[in-house]
């Protein structure tokens, strides 16, 4: 199976910051990975697939980049809305295979 | 608009059964695969199963192969996860969602709880 594994894995920040997540595949994935945005009790929603394809209604400030083993999820201005656990997720090869998430907070 | 609405959650002993269920709406159910992912207590997310439109492909991950079932009637616009020989590690909020590779859509979630 992908390991996937991001980091940090908690990331204190304030309204405003500009916010990178990190998320590396333990073998090359290509550009098969989405990004998640979970909230406390709530479903995960999808950000971004393809490594960089911004999923339709998702706000521009959300960007991501990335190939192969390593990948990264950029919050250019941070929301009050923005603070949740993200998630990332490699199909590339099955098991689809999610990081651990990373919990962005209120600094 | 699109909705998943997961029943069948519930309390179960360790070696028992439960079966999920998952109604869609709002879009051709006929023309998805749709997925089974999970997320025990406090942690992070599992991809469980998924199932091509027509049932003819079915994927597992290996910890539930063997002991779970995943299965869909495009006439009731449903896809239903038969879990057999529970453990305590199945212990989880069980999403349904729309979506092969990625997962547009997603259920509210039924919760699972295997305990003697």
């Known amino acids: 199976d992908i390991r996937m594994t991001q980091s940090p894995s908690t990331l204190s920040a304030s309204v405003g910051d500009r916010v990178t997540i990190t998320c590396r595949a333990s073998?090359?994935?290509?550009?098969?990975l989405a990004w998640y945005q979970q909230k406390p009790g709530k479903a995960p929603n999808l950000l971004i697939y393809?490594?960089?394809v911004l999923e339709s209604g998702v706000p521009s400030r959300f960007s991501g980049s990335g190939s192969g083993t390593e990948f990264t999820l950029t919050i250019s201005s941070l929301q009050p809305e923005d603070f949740a656990t993200y998630y990332c997720?490699?199909?590339?090869?099955?098991?689809?295979?999610f990081g651990q998430g990373t919990k962005v907070e209120i600094k | 608009e699109v909705q998943l609405v997961e029943s069948g959650g519930g309390f179960v002993q360790p070696g028992g059964s439960l079966r999920l269920s998952c109604a869609a709406s709002g879009f051709t159910f006929s023309s998805f695969w749709m997925s089974w992912v999970r997320q025990a207590p406090g942690k992070g997310l599992e991809w469980v199963a998924n199932?091509?439109?027509?049932?003819?492909?079915?994927n597992y991950v290996d910890s539930v192969k063997g002991r779970f079932t995943i299965s869909s009637d495009n006439a009731k616009n449903s896809v239903y996860l038969q879990m057999n020989s529970l453990r305590a590690e199945d212990t989880a909020v069980y999403y349904c969602?729309?979506?092969?590779?990625?997962?547009?859509?997603w259920g509210q979630g039924a919760l699972v709880t295997v305990s003697s």
């Open positions: 393809k490594t960089s």
């Open positions: 199932i091509k439109q027509d049932g003819s492909e079915k």
């Open positions: 997720q490699q199909y590339n090869s099955y098991p689809w295979t």
């Open positions: 073998q090359s994935i290509s550009s098969w």
């Open positions: 969602a729309r979506g092969t590779q990625i997962f547009d859509y």
